[in-house]
């Protein structure tokens, strides 16, 4: 009975929001766009009451939806005991305090659950530095005209997170905490360029693993190296990277990183801020693009990914698409990515395919290699211990008159090394 009740206490405390969408072109799917706000409003903890729909030639500059719209949102908002609504697009700081005053109910935008889910994930140093970041910056254009309605927010969506106690200084504490950040931010980075510097020293290939939020990549690390990382079924369950070794059958040792899930208009405060963690894939030898075979929209999460990318100027890679979760096919569903090098299915979660996914991920990295087959004389002996560092040992022979060899190499550790 008490397990019950705690139950109910719980649900009456969660915020009960509308979700609206406004479709400007016949193209739109705002259903399945506001499919995923409402997995976001749960992930931030709130409930979604109901949805509302405008179509029209373009969003309202001044309330983002229609005067008869507010008013049938109003209506709805009393018969469901709505505490607040949140609008699937970043509105202008007049449109959200012009909508507050129309409905007298709290207004939040899409950016400022995102944000919100950010600020609740964020566990590392860098995290939380990243995710301040991005509030301040998002409610430095928001603190005229917003001061009354911040002072009613009392708790919630929007309100927590590192920047909360930031909420009612002036413009210029605000500029003067985002330098502070920058300024740790900057020492942060220089330790990421410092570790990445090592790396291509110990030429060591690096695969960076991308994709749509809960496509599953923290769960292929998980597969792949035993990292750990926390896995659900949950928008950014993870938001930190994490780098593991893999040692491939042949031997040959990879990096894998994992970054930040992209979504649909992820607020471009978000990627700012993140751009360093971000770029990681920028440097990597090989991108693992994990895709989520089970989704309807996974062609167009795949799109998402790929703008993504190609806005933080990460140009021509190697790319092997990762179909996950094909365990949770009913029946087969097609496959392809033309923009590729390889496509994979695989389940990181029974495993399925990991073996192929091994495979490709050996034969993409060959490419960049060349094929060495030499008599290695035995006073170089040693060079054995750099080929099975940084490439393939195929075949080792000993004869009268050295080692011979047959091995893959990368290009300049061959030059360096062995020429």
Request: proline share 3%.
């Amino acid at each position: 009975m008490t397990e019950l009740y705690d139950i109910k206490a719980e649900e009456e405390r969660q915020e009960r929001v509308i979700l609206i969408g406004v479709a400007v072109n016949e193209g739109d799917d705002v259903e399945e766009s506001l499919d995923e706000l409402a997995e976001l409003v749960s992930t931030a903890g709130a409930r979604t009451a109901g949805r509302v729909i405008q179509n029209r030639e373009s969003v309202h500059p001044g309330t983002y939806i229609g005067k008869g719209k507010i008013e049938e949102v109003a209506d709805l908002a009393r018969e469901l005991d709505a505490t607040g609504i949140v609008c699937d697009d970043e509105l202008s700081p007049a449109q959200m305090k012009n909508l507050e005053d129309a409905l007298e109910l709290k207004v939040m935008d899409r950016t400022m659950v995102i944000l919100d889910i950010f600020a609740q994930r964020a566990s590392t140093r860098e995290g939380k530095i990243q995710v301040e970041l991005a509030q301040l910056r998002y409610r430095l254009t928001r603190l005229v005209g917003m001061r009354e309605s911040l002072s009613r927010l009392g708790g919630g969506i929007g309100t927590r997170g590192p920047g909360e106690k930031k909420l009612e200084v002036d413009r210029r504490l605000v500029r003067e905490r985002i330098s502070q950040l920058k300024r740790e931010l900057k020492e942060v980075e220089l330790n990421r360029e410092t570790t990445r510097a090592l790396r291509e020293k110990n030429q060591v290939p690096v695969a960076a693993i991308v994709g749509y939020t809960n496509a599953g990549k923290s769960t292929l690390l998980n597969y792949l190296t035993g990292a750990g990382v926390l896995e659900e079924n949950k928008l950014f369950a993870t938001l930190d990277p994490t780098t593991r070794s893999l040692t491939l059958e042949s031997g040959q040792k990879v990096l894998l990183t994992d970054t930040v899930g992209f979504i649909r208009k992820l607020p471009h405060h978000l990627i700012e801020a993140f751009r360093s963690t971000l770029e990681e894939a920028k440097y990597a030898d090989l991108i693992l693009h994990v895709t989520d075979s089970a989704s309807p929209a996974a062609d167009r999460q795949m799109h998402v990914v790929y703008e993504t990318l190609k806005s933080l100027g990460i140009g021509e890679k190697p790319i092997i698409t990762v179909w996950n979760k094909q365990d949770l096919l009913t029946e087969p569903v097609s496959a392809r990515d033309f923009r590729a090098d390889k496509t994979v299915k695989i389940s990181a979660k029974t495993g399925q395919g990991i073996s192929e996914l091994l495979a490709a991920i050996e034969e993409i990295l060959r490419g960049n290699q060349i094929r060495v087959e030499k008599v290695l004389p035995y006073d170089r002996a040693g060079d054995l211990q750099v080929i099975r560092r940084y490439g393939q040992l195929l075949r080792e022979e000993y004869t009268p008159e050295g080692i011979l060899i047959e091995a893959y190499v990368p290009r300049d550790v061959y030059q360096k090394y062995l020429f």
